[in-house]
């Protein structure tokens, strides 16, 4: 089970997280219920890793996911993009068999 981050990604990450005060220990990624096609993706700043938490690390960077949520995510990819209309993380998961409109939602 792995889930990857884009060199764009860890890089985008790390900013932000080297100016938050406290600096949080890592990034977690989720999937929540909700949105218009039944998950959407959670990207958060974390303190702590849950005992049940898979932990990544990419070039100093801890990614914490769920159990629940690694289920989903097994081999997606996440990607910082940079576009003239909006810039963002971006997932790309082979495990969504549909996504609405508005590209953060999925359904598996």
Do not use: H
């Not at 949520?69 to 990819?77: K, Q, R, V, W």
């Amino acid at each position: 089970m792995n889930v990857t981050l884009t060199d764009q990604a860890v890089s985008k990450a790390r900013e932000i997280l080297d100016q938050q005060n406290p600096r949080p220990a890592g990034l977690r990624i989720a999937v929540v219920g909700g949105g218009c096609s039944g998950f959407s993706y959670s990207l958060a700043f974390d303190n702590n890793a849950n005992a049940t938490d898979k932990v990544f690390e990419y070039d100093g960077l801890k990614v914490f996911v769920d159990q629940a949520s690694m289920l989903y995510l097994d081999g997606a990819e996440v990607d910082y993009v940079v576009t003239l209309e909006a810039s963002g993380f971006k997932f790309n998961n082979p495990n969504v068999r549909t996504t609405c409109g508005c590209g953060s939602s999925f359904s598996a």
